[in-house]
């Protein structure tokens, strides 16, 4: 072999040499964007998934929240009723006793005694 075939051969050794090198960087780039395009497809799905459950909640919550709430016809009707129902301040109304401060209500010991306290210890009724 001449020198010139050698140098060929070794220039084209070199360039085998670089494309080899390059072609293990172009894989481990391929691999981190499969990586990348895996976790965001698994974020996706997290994210629909948290969505659905967002809106389930908010229906459920919408669903409380009718159950609880009145029909406007009977807060209306209440409102005549309350507007019709005289005060109770005993100097508008001289027929009725006053309540206020004149009860106390009991305590604990008393109204554990009188079965008024609740065996949980939860609820306090008041006794007069």
Do not use: W
């Amino acid at each position: 072999m001449t020198a010139v075939d050698e140098r060929t051969i070794y220039a084209k050794l070199e360039a085998m040499k670089d494309i080899r090198s390059k072609t293990l960087q172009l894989e481990k780039v391929k691999l981190k964007i499969v990586r990348e395009v895996e976790n965001g497809d698994a974020e996706e799905k997290c994210l629909a998934e948290y969505r659905r459950e967002l809106e389930m909640l908010m229906q459920e919550k919408m669903s409380h929240f009718s159950k609880h709430s009145l029909p406007l016809q009977t807060t209306t009707a209440a409102d005549e009723v309350v507007s019709v129902v005289p005060p109770a301040d005993p100097p508008e109304r001289p027929d009725l006793p006053a309540v206020q401060g004149q009860k106390s209500l009991a305590q604990p010991e008393e109204a554990e005694k009188e079965g008024a306290l609740s065996a949980d210890r939860k609820h306090v009724y008041f006794v007069y």
